[in-house]
């Protein structure tokens, strides 16, 4: 007999009847996501993008990184794209040697392979709002910065900031092939003031600090987001780069999703997670401890897909 026979069984009122707010929606069945997304669709109206904080705003424009014009002489066009199979699938979009060779040729995904401009255009764009950020920020002092980027993947933004004279980026990842991908472009770039290890994000221990500490995409790939920010405080010495899918309702919160692909190079290490609203990245950065918090936001002329409209924040936490 089951708990719940014994209770229908008993003199106990039981009332198995679901009331949901959500007119038509079986709260057993279907996605976490798209059981959001019916709720989404009882809210009325439209709402403004909210701006809670004082922000940067610029002009980006979508380009290759200057980075990427660096090559190994050593290495042949026949065996790079050799090294690039061997290293595949790739799903970030390096445009390399010359003529230039871009690794999403070497997915595995028909859809990302389709969508390679598209996810070229979206890595451009961020590599201007926040590197390009930094670079007109600081100038001359990241000369004297340390980085540690957490979840580099293949090492893009890691790269981005070494190329523009970070003194030292170390970037870390869970999954062993981004490390091996992002090894093999630090040699063949060129750029030794990179080094990579395999590590969680999550679990992150290390002892030491870094002046700088991006957490870029992944804030919302997590379990324990709260977790995630302070861990990201204390490992910063000055500031942090916090770029962040954020849901629109204005509450203070985190929406939980689950049957997300664990095994993907772009997802986290648990099919569930927590996305945080707008809001809730605010207070959480401030739960961290950072005593002040910008946003980095695009021109509304040079926004482009979910930062247009604040579907994705970046956030600049100063300790």
Known sequence: M??????RGSDLTFD??????????????????????????????????????????????????????RSSPSVSADALRAKLAELG????PFSLGDPAVNTMEFTDNFGAAIFADDNARRMQFRTELIGGTLGRLFADELGDMSV????????????????????????????????EQAEFLREYLGLGNTHFEVADATSFEEARRWDVVLNLGVLYHVTDPLRLLQRTYELCDRFAIV???????????????????????????????????YRGAIDGLRYAGFREVVEIVASEETATGLYRGGGRRCFLAVK
């Open 2 to 7: 089951t708990l719940l026979d014994l209770v």
């Open 16 to 69: 198995e009847h679901i009331v949901s707010a959500i007119p038509g929606a079986d709260p057993e069945t279907g996605t976490s996501q798209e059981r959001y997304r019916l709720w989404r669709e009882t809210q009325n109206g439209k709402r403004p993008t909210e701006y809670l904080l004082p922000r940067i705003v610029r002009d980006v424009e979508c380009q290759w990184p200057p980075f990427m014009g």
């Open 89 to 92: 699938p790739w799903y970030v």
């Open 148 to 179: 540690l980027d957490i979840g580099c993947n293949s090492g893009w933004f890691s790269f981005d900031l070494a190329d523009r004279g970070a003194r030292v980026v170390d970037g870390v990842d869970l999954r062993p092939q981004n490390i």
């Open 243 to 277: 770029d962040t899918i954020c849901h629109e309702e204005p509450f203070s919160g985190f929406v939980l999703f689950d049957t997300k692909d664990a095994s993907h190079p772009h997802e986290g290490r648990e099919s569930w997670e927590f996305h945080p609203t």
